[in-house]
């Protein structure tokens, strides 16, 4: 919206700042941290009020967790996405179709995962909507995304897939690509999913993970950048670094309330979201792989639960005594206020891994 208002820059010269992606990316962090933080406190208070014994928490967890997390609402992800939402609709550039597709996939796997809380709080069971149900809709939704992005981009690098560290070798997938890009995007919604089990631990490495990828959007969608760079120049996708400013200030203003001891949790509603964004801008931006490595703390968190998984059912055991990863440290005694920290820590380290791949080619 008030992009717009660059139109009016040859009347009054000051309006022209609107253009710039970099101004709008700041308005976006700070309306969407202000937005989460003025009105965090009265959701809060009205889902607490509905909710009554908030979301339940897994028998089969730590027995830590039902002593000192039970009662605490969910559906936190309402305050993220609406921050999100108002803050993107307000800086971005909404004639770009890569925001659009960004912001309608986010919101429809927002719409997902609030379902998927409503059955478990109405209940009081962890089994929310059934997971093939689920998945069926998450990937529907994902492959509508890639279907745009790939429509919308420039040929042929729409269905190219970039390889990290090399400079001109590219695999051309033809509508392969399409698969590729939906299993991305499904794979990095559960995996940010999986992760959120600890205060904290979820929303900091995605406000890192979201940071690194306004940075990459921004030098992807600048012709002059990229090209220095020697980066794949994808038109229109800088637009999305408006997209990432938004997210990391409606992380930061979650972040208030979701801080040791939480006042609320995200619950599917944001953190199944939050990771169905982070892999369509990843799609959007032609670093796909890049997402593995800036949010391999997500990929690893999903991989321990699929070897648990596997483990028990072909050979009976178990290879952590608890997944997702974190409780498996929960469960050697490690304090929470430690794991996440550490977890912190690494996602900033990858993070870092993830920029270098920019500059290593």
């Given at each position: ?275 169905g964004a982070l892999g369509t801008i990843a799609v959007a931006t032609k670093h796909e792989l890049v997402l593995a490595i800036v949010g391999g703390l997500f990929m690893l968190e999903a991989v321990s639960v699929i070897v648990q998984v596997a ?51």
């Amino acid at each position: 919206m008030f992009y717009w208002l660059a139109d009016l820059a040859p009347d009054i010269a000051a309006l022209n700042i609107f253009r710039y992606i970099t101004f709008r990316t700041g308005g976006a962090v700070i309306t969407a941290l202000l937005f989460v933080f003025l009105f965090g406190p009265r959701v809060i208070k009205s889902l607490r009020v509905r909710q009554g014994k908030g979301q339940p928490i897994r028998k089969d967890g730590p027995e830590r967790h039902i002593l000192q997390k039970q009662g605490t609402p969910t559906m936190g992800g309402l305050m993220i996405l609406s921050g999100l939402a108002v803050s993107v609709l307000l800086w971005g550039n909404l004639s770009n179709p890569y925001v659009w597709v960004v912001l309608l996939l986010t919101l429809v796997y927002g719409a997902v995962g609030l379902y998927d809380d409503y059955l478990k709080v109405t209940r009081q069971s962890a089994d929310g909507f059934p997971g093939r149900i689920k998945l069926v809709i998450e990937t529907a939704a994902a492959l509508a995304a890639t279907t745009t992005i790939v429509w919308v981009g420039p040929e042929p690098l729409s269905t190219l897939l970039a390889i990290p560290f090399f400079k001109d070798f590219t695999i051309q997938l033809g509508w392969l690509f399409i698969p590729l890009g939906t299993f991305i995007i499904v794979g990095a919604g559960n995996a940010v999913n999986l992760t959120d089990g600890l205060d904290g631990l979820a929303i900091v490495p995605v406000m890192i993970a979201a940071a690194t990828f306004g940075f990459i959007c921004y030098l992807v969608g600048n012709a002059l950048f990229s090209d220095y760079l020697q980066l794949h120049f994808v038109p229109g996708t800088g637009e999305l670094a408006v997209v990432c400013g938004a997210l990391v200030g409606a992380g930061l203003g979650f972040l208030w309330f979701n801080a040791p001891p939480a006042l609320i949790f995200m619950g599917d509603t944001g953190s199944l979201a939050l990771g169905g964004a982070l892999g369509t801008i990843a799609v959007a931006t032609k670093h796909e792989l890049v997402l593995a490595i800036v949010g391999g703390l997500f990929m690893l968190e999903a991989v321990s639960v699929i070897v648990q998984v596997a483990s028990f059912k072909m050979f009976g055991t178990r290879v952590f005594r608890m997944a997702p990863l974190h409780h498996h440290f929960e469960q050697k005694g490690w304090p929470e206020s430690t794991i996440v920290i550490r977890f912190w820590i690494i996602a900033v380290v990858l993070a870092l891994a993830g920029l270098a791949t920019l500059k290593l080619r």
